[in-house]
């Protein structure tokens, strides 16, 4: 939970010529916030010798990211992660280094969970932010992902396709083109979707809804949903043309 806690932990696992290593299999969770340059360092220890480890949770990840410039290079070395739960501070600090490290995983994730926060800049150093389109950064896992659940997830620019994906839980800050989510999502049976307008933006509602039948009259869409959850507004917009059984 600090930067103490951290180096304790380093401590333990260091201990007797990391031994312990291979005990740590289920999860591991950072929640630190930024770290002192001594526990950046302990963390670079152990996310170096992890082999068993399946379940990852990063919380606030920019700002213990940028706690050292050798962390995002090292916590995406790991090859046997199945589950990553990755978040991102309120304050967007700098985004690059989670970029770089979701980008460079090595492991292929079968269930992530991403928590982006809804205003992070679209442009970064000059550059187009990568966390701004985070279906692209997940690309490594593209065929083993099954579930997906993301806040604030956009597609703009993204051809990637997740063949696999079974439960999709999205929070976005657009009003959805359904389309966008068949193509890369077309085998979906469980849909959670929340939108980025209210009940009160009643005048678009109409051509959004029109927009998304069109769509799925032309390039098609979902035949069956076995799950589908989201308030009567989201759900008018989405206008799904499939057989929903729940």
């Known amino acids: 939970r600090s930067s103490r806690d951290v180096i304790s932990f380093a401590f333990v696992m260091l201990a007797e010529g990391g031994k312990r290593f ?3 299999r289920g999860c591991l969770s950072i929640e630190t916030g930024s770290l002192s340059r001594i526990a950046a360092v302990g963390l670079l220890e152990i996310m170096a010798r992890l082999s068993d480890l399946e379940h990852l949770i990063l919380l606030d990840a920019d700002l213990v990211l940028a ?3 050798r962390l995002p290079r090292i916590c995406a070395m790991p090859t046997c992660l199945k589950y990553l739960e990755f978040s991102v501070s309120a304050q967007c600090s700098d985004t690059a280094h989670c970029a ?6 090595q492991s292929r994730l079968v269930t992530v ?3 982006i926060p809804l205003h992070i800049p679209r442009y970064l150093y000059g550059s187009r932010n990568e966390l701004s389109s985070p279906a692209e950064l997940l690309r490594n896992s593209a065929n083993t992902l099954t579930e997906l659940t993301c806040s ?7 051809k990637v396709v997740f063949p696999n994906v079974k439960r999709l839980n999205i929070a976005t800050g657009l009003t959805p083109i359904l389309w966008h989510y068949v193509e890369m999502f077309p085998n979906v049976s469980a849909l959670d979707i929340t939108c ?5 933006d009643a005048d678009q509602l ?22 589908l ?13 499939c057989r929903v059984r729940d």
């Open 67 to 69: 706690s050292d410039m």
């Open 196 to 200: 980025g307008f209210t009940s009160s």
């Open 113 to 115: 969970r991403l928590d």
């Open 152 to 158: 604030n997830f956009e597609l703009r620019g993204s």
């Open 229 to 241: 959850s989201g308030t009567v507004p989201y759900l008018y917009v989405l206008s799904l043309q």
């Open 206 to 227: 109409l051509s959004y809804r029109t927009l998304n039948e069109l769509s799925q009259q032309t390039c098609g869409g979902w035949d069956e949903l076995d799950e």
């Open 100 to 105: 770089y490290m979701l980008k460079r995983l």
């Open 22 to 24: 291979p005990l740590v």
